[in-house]
């Protein structure tokens, strides 16, 4: 929580400076009348606010404004304009500086509080702050995100209807004091005509409750119901949707086959993006329902949780079966490549199916794709991912890592014609050596690369890599 004096010049000076800088004049004119009228002419940035009128009188309203300000509940929250609701956070935290306590300063400028976090890395809030902001300025609020470690409790859901707020996005995480079922009844009830994204992952989200998220919320296109455990094949089965989803997370849940069954002729002419990363249950079954989502560039079934560090990397060569689960045959991932053309980014990881060809003739195939992440896939070696930097010309992700396949010949390969990569992970590859990695000087546009663990390199030559590239973030762990 924020504790501030509301007569400090330096909070309003800062506040008239950032909407100056987004040429927000309107918001900073009223800040700056308030600020003069508080703060005592003999304060050292009293002539600093003047000399600020001053600029802010020579200066003509944009055109542009007034359109703005005059529907904001039309405008995304991340998008820049001239309206302060859209400020973006960091700077909201900066304007705090303007009240003693968050009550005050939702009395004196809650139109500025469009997002909430509340959580263990957000704002401590609890109830009373919450419902005292959402009667004073509830209708503005377009973000609330109720995450881990947060005070709130379900007293919060009847304020929230009755403030009628016309909420974007609404996040609920691994948070036991309200219940998944409420808050989604509380969000129809305010009318839920604005959501677009909601993110209930790790809750105790029902079958009912998902039923009402696709069937009530017409302009949802962003749903996370990832790890909610009391999920079932059902979930999406029988119900009358109205939302064109663009994007659904199910990763590690109990959905299979029968599940896909019912969900892919649902979305298959809105969605372009499917995580079912850990999904046991799915198989080649699913491939062939997949042929229906022509929109798809999105797609992730990783078997379990990427292993990048050395920890999780020891762990996989201790217990082989937590790596490498039985998962899609070769096969059906030449089949996958040719059903998903649009595809841009796709997640293998851990997946034993995986073979050079299905990776030469996914790249073949799927001209457009720009990250690939096939860490910890035995099947892969350096001929499919040489045919991978041959075919993906504008492929700027590659996660290798986790692999004993991989040599130096890839790395040169790399150095020749991977141009376009920006970020490149192979850590934990032991039979690449010091020598290899200096040809990856030739990558003079990528912005990350990851060889932690790699035992093939040595101290100096660490030091000669990251001398080399002095504009990438250079990870060379070695123990």
Request: hydrophobic fraction near 40%; charged fraction near 25%.
């Amino acid at each position: 929580m924020y504790k501030m004096k509301p007569d400090s010049s330096k909070g309003y000076l800062r506040a008239c400076q950032i909407f100056y800088a987004k040429e927000m004049f309107d918001a900073a004119a009223k800040i700056l009348n308030i600020g003069m009228k508080r703060v005592s002419p003999s304060d050292p940035n009293h002539k600093r606010l003047a000399a600020l009128k001053g600029e802010l009188e020579n200066h003509k309203k944009p055109k542009t404004e007034k359109a703005v300000d005059a529907k904001p509940a039309q405008q995304p929250t991340t998008q820049k304009g001239n309206d302060p609701l859209l400020l973006p956070l960091r700077e909201r935290c900066k304007c705090l500086r303007l009240s003693k306590t968050f009550r005050h300063f939702a009395s004196c400028d809650s139109l500025l509080w469009t997002a909430v976090d509340a959580g263990e890395d957000g704002f401590r809030l609890n109830d009373k702050a919450l419902v005292g902001l959402l009667g004073r300025g509830g209708r503005a609020m377009q973000e609330l995100n109720i995450l881990r470690g947060s005070k709130l409790t379900r007293t919060i859901l009847r304020p929230l209807v009755a403030a009628k707020c016309r909420l974007r996005s609404v996040a609920l995480t691994e948070n036991n004091k309200i219940n998944p079922v409420d808050l989604v009844n509380a969000l129809v009830a305010c009318g839920g005509s604005s959501l677009e994204t909601l993110n209930l992952s790790s809750s105790n989200v029902v079958d009912a409750a998902a039923k009402i998220i696709v069937g009530k919320f017409n302009a949802l296109k962003h749903l996370v119901l990832s790890r909610c455990s009391l999920l079932t094949d059902d979930c999406f089965n029988g119900v009358t949707v109205v939302s064109a989803l663009e994007s659904l997370d199910i990763s590690f849940t109990s959905i299979g086959n029968k599940g896909m069954a019912s969900l892919v002729p649902t979305f298959a002419n809105s969605l372009r993006s499917l995580d079912v990363s850990g999904c046991a249950s799915i198989s080649d079954q699913s491939v062939a329902l997949w042929r229906k989502l022509e929109l798809l560039e999105v797609l992730r079934f990783s078997r379990t949780n990427s292993a990048s560090n050395r920890l999780a990397f020891e762990n996989s060569l201790l217990h082989p079966r937590r790596r490498v689960l039985p998962c899609f045959s070769a096969s059906c991932l030449q089949a996958l490549s040719g059903l998903c053309r649009n595809l841009e980014e796709i997640s293998l990881s851990n997946c034993a199916g995986v073979s050079d060809d299905a990776v030469a003739l996914l790249a073949k195939r799927c001209k457009n794709l720009k990250r690939v992440r096939l860490g910890g896939c035995p099947g892969v070696s350096d001929t499919g991912f040489g045919a991978l930097i041959a075919s993906a010309a504008e492929l700027s992700l590659l996660d290798a890592s986790n692999n004993s396949r991989i040599t130096d010949g890839l790395l040169f390969v790399i150095a020749a014609e991977g141009g376009s990569l920006e970020e490149l992970y192979l850590s934990n590859t032991p039979n690449i050596t010091g020598q290899g990695l200096v040809a990856m000087a030739e990558l003079k546009d990528c912005k990350v690369l990851n060889v932690d663990f790699c035992t093939g390199m040595r101290n100096e030559q660490a030091k000669r890599l990251k001398e080399l590239l002095p504009k990438t973030m250079v990870h060379t762990r070695l123990s």
